[in-house]
């Protein structure tokens, strides 16, 4: 009897509650081992973590581990795998160097064919796309509020929130200005951070400058 490994996640409580819980995604998993004659010899999962990207979960990488040649990783969905084409090709590519065999229960994916492989590949190439769709229609929305001069994330040092629209601070305009020279004229972020501190200049929140803030800031005053 050929032997399975399962994989599981969940990001969200919301996940959950639409019906692909942590136990569901276990159940759905074991009736297709069940209805195919495959051994279930372990589920690993990944609990409230995103799968935008690979790193950080232990479960996923611990089920690639595991999954030998002659047996099939399963999950629910490719979505449960990965979000991104890289990851999901990469995923697949490991499984094949292995001689293993990628199962995707909602997609009815297996790649032990090669009519599997190959859907399989243009599913991961279709979730790559609408993900992309999302991150371009948020980037508009934000240009929108944007050019309307309207909050769309922290204030950024230069200005203050007034009712729903950005306007200057005077005096933190004026150091801005100083910030956009030295930049200008070569400076790096880093010593930039370390003169306003050297000068007693205090940030956004009143805290100290670091090389990060000031990279933040003039990204932001390039937008605001």
């Given at each position: 009897m050929p032997?399975?490994?399962?994989?599981?996640?969940?990001?969200?409580?919301?996940?959950?509650?639409d019906g692909v819980s942590l136990d569901a995604q276990r159940a759905k998993i074991t009736?297709?081992?069940?209805?195919?004659?495959?051994?279930?010899?372990?589920?690993?999962?990944?609990a409230g973590l995103s799968g935008s990207s690979m790193k950080g979960r232990d479960g996923l990488h611990a089920a690639l581990q595991a999954t030998a040649r002659g047996m099939a990783l399963v999950a629910y969905?490719?979505?449960?795998?990965?979000?991104?084409?890289?990851d999901m090709i990469d995923i697949a590519e490991r499984l094949k160097k292995r001689g293993a065999d990628l199962v995707s229960l909602t997609e009815r994916i297996d790649t032990s064919s090669a009519a599997g492989h190959m859907v399989f590949q243009m599913l991961?190439?279709?979730?790559?796309?609408?993900?992309?769709?999302?991150?371009?229609?948020?980037?508009?929305?934000?240009?929108?509020?944007?050019?309307r001069?309207?909050?769309?994330?922290?204030?950024?040092?230069?200005?203050?929130?007034a009712g729903q629209r950005?306007?200057?601070?005077?005096?933190?305009?004026?150091?801005?200005?100083?910030?956009?020279?030295?930049?200008?004229?070569?400076?790096?972020?880093r010593g930039i951070?370390?003169?306003?501190?050297?000068?007693?200049?205090?940030?956004?929140?009143?805290?100290?400058?670091?090389?990060?803030?000031?990279?933040?800031?003039i990204a932001r005053q390039q937008v605001a």
């Amino acid at each position: 009897m050929p032997q399975a490994i399962g994989y599981i996640r969940v990001s969200t409580q919301g996940q959950a509650d639409d019906g692909v819980s942590l136990d569901a995604q276990r159940a759905k998993i074991t009736a297709w081992c069940d209805a195919n004659d495959y051994e279930l010899v372990a589920v690993f999962d990944d609990a409230g973590l995103s799968g935008s990207s690979m790193k950080g979960r232990d479960g996923l990488h611990a089920a690639l581990q595991a999954t030998a040649r002659g047996m099939a990783l399963v999950a629910y969905s490719i979505s449960r795998l990965a979000r991104s084409t890289r990851d999901m090709i990469d995923i697949a590519e490991r499984l094949k160097k292995r001689g293993a065999d990628l199962v995707s229960l909602t997609e009815r994916i297996d790649t032990s064919s090669a009519a599997g492989h190959m859907v399989f590949q243009m599913l991961a190439v279709l979730a790559e796309f609408e993900r992309r769709q999302t991150a371009e229609r948020t980037r508009m929305a934000l240009g929108h509020k944007r050019s309307r001069g309207e909050v769309y994330g922290p204030v950024p040092f230069g200005f203050r929130e007034a009712g729903q629209r950005l306007e200057e601070v005077p005096g933190e305009s004026r150091i801005v200005a100083k910030i956009l020279q030295m930049r200008s004229a070569g400076a790096s972020f880093r010593g930039i951070a370390d003169h306003l501190n050297a000068r007693g200049v205090a940030g956004k929140q009143g805290g100290k400058w670091y090389a990060s803030t000031v990279r933040y800031m003039i990204a932001r005053q390039q937008v605001a």
